[in-house]
């Protein structure tokens, strides 16, 4: 009975010794500001299970980051500890604007202003109750530096944690102020006007930050830090927003993310003039050099529905393989729009899903596009189901949850009834042992709309 109980007690002291971390590794190198409820820390650098969650306003001290998943290499965290537990914070919630990560400052802890009249705030944001204002060419000291960056005032920055020389204490935008006190304000952001049109790459081009000097890893990019993987290569036409000049030679800013990363990196920087060819309609222009291939008149159809914006020297056509009482032919566009002909004429069915199966659900001849799974990652759990009402693809579900702990299931049993929508939704309490909810609901398929219905399949 004794070793049974000392057997248990050392159960029991290793669960509670779980995730602690020793004092001696208590190190931050930041901390987080939390914009929103519900975000979530794990045991473990991945999605699942989760140690904790957090509420508006509290805080946790930041020990890594950019620290990669174990099973998935293209998400990464923030290790973290709160009291005597350690953590981990996927850096899609800091994108998601749930939180705000800041590293303390270790470098460079000066910095100047530039603008003539900068606000300091309680918060790192625009809504932010203002402290007070900072004249032009005053020095501050810089205490913590901001990991994500966002677009205000055509600059492209972070936020930062200052200090001012009579010591008020809060947040400004980095983009208006500099860590070089002796800069010179010569480069892109200062005289930078909107433009709309595209650039063809001449080369494969040497990109420049918004300072002049080259792209480096640790620079900003649309949605976190440069990768310079995803910087287009010779050939590529991209689109320009922006048109500066630097030592009087122009050049263009382009911009963009890879999905492959997650939204964890992009690409954002200046091209010159020399290394691309300035293209203001980008569909007339591809469609004389590479539409000969297609039918004409199937591109201005697909013209019209990119908002006659259609790179024709990208564009791919495959069949999509749908059937439905009317014998139409199908067409899968860019990989994100279906289109039909019809008596000579083509139209646009409707926008493209990962499709998990094709089934005529209430057996009228038509088939139903279904996706009915979800991964791990900026969302989990998520289900859509389109109809076919013989002019477009209509979608009568679409659950996109934003908990990233529901799980959605689509099961058919039966001819009109979708049996089985079931949300796993996670307590604030959550134990790896508890018991998810569980809701069950059945629907039919009633003039091309899904209607909830008590009747249970047979």
């Not at 000066?110 to 790192?124: F, G, N, V, W, Y």
């Not at 005032?153 to 500099?178: E, P």
């Amino acid at each position: 009975m004794m070793r049974f109980i000392l057997l248990l007690f050392l159960i029991f002291s290793f669960e509670c010794k779980k995730n602690l971390i020793p004092e001696s590794e208590k190190k931050p190198i930041g901390e987080f500001f939390f914009y929103n409820d519900e975000v979530a820390v794990f045991e473990k650098p991945e999605l699942s299970p989760i140690l904790k969650k957090f509420i508006k306003f509290d805080s946790v001290k930041i020990l890594e980051t950019k620290i990669k998943d174990i099973k998935n290499p293209q998400l990464m965290f923030y290790k973290v500890y709160f009291g005597e537990q350690f953590g981990y914070v996927p850096i899609i919630s800091e994108i998601q604007k749930n939180m705000f990560a800041f590293l303390y400052a270790t470098t460079n802890t000066k910095a100047k202003i530039k603008a003539s009249s900068l606000r300091i705030r309680e918060t790192p944001d625009l809504d932010g109750k203002v402290i007070a204002a900072i004249p032009k060419g005053e020095i501050v000291e810089i205490l913590w530096e901001g990991q994500l960056f966002e677009k205000i005032d055509l600059k492209y920055d972070t936020w930062m944690k200052i200090k001012t020389k009579d010591g008020k204490v809060g947040f400004s935008y980095a983009g208006y102020m500099t860590k070089n006190l002796n800069e010179q304000e010569n480069y892109f952001s200062t005289n930078a006007g909107p433009i709309q049109g595209y650039v063809e790459l001449k080369s494969n081009p040497t990109l420049l930050s918004d300072k002049g000097s080259e792209l480096k890893t640790d620079d900003p990019s649309p949605c976190g830090y440069t990768i310079l993987a995803t910087v287009p290569k010779i050939g590529e036409i991209v689109p320009v927003k922006e048109i500066s000049s630097l030592n009087k030679e122009k050049f263009y800013l382009i911009e963009g993310v890879d999905n492959d990363y997650r939204c964890y990196g992009g690409y954002r920087g200046w091209i010159s003039e020399k290394d691309v060819l300035y293209v203001e309609d980008i569909y007339k222009y591809t469609s004389e050099k590479y539409g000969s291939k297609f039918d004409k008149k199937f591109l201005e159809v697909i013209n019209e529905n990119y908002n006659g914006k259609l790179n024709v020297k990208t564009l791919l056509i495959e069949d999509f393989q749908y059937r439905v009482k009317e014998k139409y032919k199908f067409y899968k566009v860019n990989y994100n729009k279906i289109f039909y002909l019809k008596n000579g004429q083509y139209f646009i069915a409707g926008n493209y899903i990962n499709i998990d199966e094709v089934v005529d659900i209430d057996k009228d001849g038509n088939e139903e596009i279904v996706k009915k799974e979800g991964s791990c990652g900026c969302d989990c759990g998520f289900a859509w189901i389109l109809v076919w009402n013989g002019n477009e693809l209509k979608e009568i579900y679409n659950k996109y949850p934003k908990n990233l702990d529901t799980i959605i299931e689509l099961e058919f049993k039966d001819k009109l009834v979708i049996e089985n929508i079931k949300e796993f939704e996670r307590s604030k309490s959550y134990h790896p042992d508890s018991v998810p909810k569980v809701t069950t609901n059945h629907y039919e398929i009633k003039n091309f709309e899904l209607v909830l219905t008590k009747r249970r399949p047979k």
